[in-house]
Nanobody, 122 residues
């Protein structure tokens, strides 16, 4: 199983970016999907998560500006980021709990994707 994130880049403050992440490989079921970020010198932090039932949670710092969504048919998760601020600058990682084709339907494993850099200039 691999997670590949893309869509990062350089944007001015107040601008928007849309991150995408696709899961590939042998996958029976995807449970929760999420986005995390890590700025230089900081710990990795949760940005947003979406459950298999489409329930969402956001970090307080991004509420009202970021929107997480998923496309189950494509094994993808998205993060629409609006009104970006310089403090949003970080490497953004997608992550998921999924069943990688295991015969036990309740088995899940956590996977990280590679990061994508988001830089917001002031």
């Amino acid at each position: 199983v691999q997670l590949q994130a893309f869509g990062g880049g350089l944007v001015q403050a107040g601008g928007s970016l849309r991150l995408s992440c696709v899961a590939s490989g042998t996958i029976s079921r995807i449970n929760q999907l999420g986005w995390y970020r890590q700025a230089p010198g900081n710990q990795r932090e949760l940005v947003a998560v979406i459950s298999s039932g489409d329930s969402t949670e956001y970090a307080d710092s991004v509420k009202g500006r970021f929107t997480i969504s998923r496309d189950n048919a494509k094994n993808m998760v998205y993060l629409q980021m609006n009104n970006l601020k310089p403090e949003d600058t970080a490497v953004y990682y997608c992550a998921t709990d999924l069943n990688p084709g295991c015969s036990d339907p309740d088995y899940e494993r956590f996977y990280w994707g590679q990061g994508t850099q988001v830089t917001v200039s002031s």
